[in-house]
């Protein structure tokens, strides 16, 4: 079983977008995304969107922190630079997307690998 991981994204879109072409040629049997949609890059709302697509299709996706902090009132030890960023990017974000977010794990079981696998 192939299986593309993806994470730390950071709404960087044009290296989401390789990673993702990379990963197809590979034919994955199922893709997981492990945290941080959001931070740091321009384009979280396309992110948010392509991960969620994916999700929809049966990817596994958990919460990662700087998701979490986009989702909740910003912290008081949050340094300034740092809430300006999350306050940025939780304004490009609707409240669907916010809303997936908000619902995802911070951990996950896979199902069971086959026998031929182990």
Do not use: K
């Amino acid at each position: 079983m192939r299986i593309a991981l993806l994470t730390d994204l950071h709404a960087n879109r044009e290296a989401f977008a390789a990673c993702l072409e990379h990963a197809e040629r590979a034919l994955p049997d199922r893709y997981a995304f492990l945290g941080d949609f959001v931070g740091y890059g321009a384009d979280p709302g396309w992110v948010v969107d392509t991960v969620m697509n994916f999700a929809a299709r049966g990817a596994l996706c958990v919460l990662g922190n700087h998701d979490q902090a986009v989702c909740n009132p910003p912290r008081a030890t949050m340094q300034p630079d740092a809430r300006r960023a999350i306050d940025w990017t939780r304004a490009q974000l609707d409240a669907r997307q916010i809303g997936f977010l908000a619902a995802l794990p911070l951990t996950a079981i896979a199902l069971a690998l086959p026998d031929s696998i182990r």
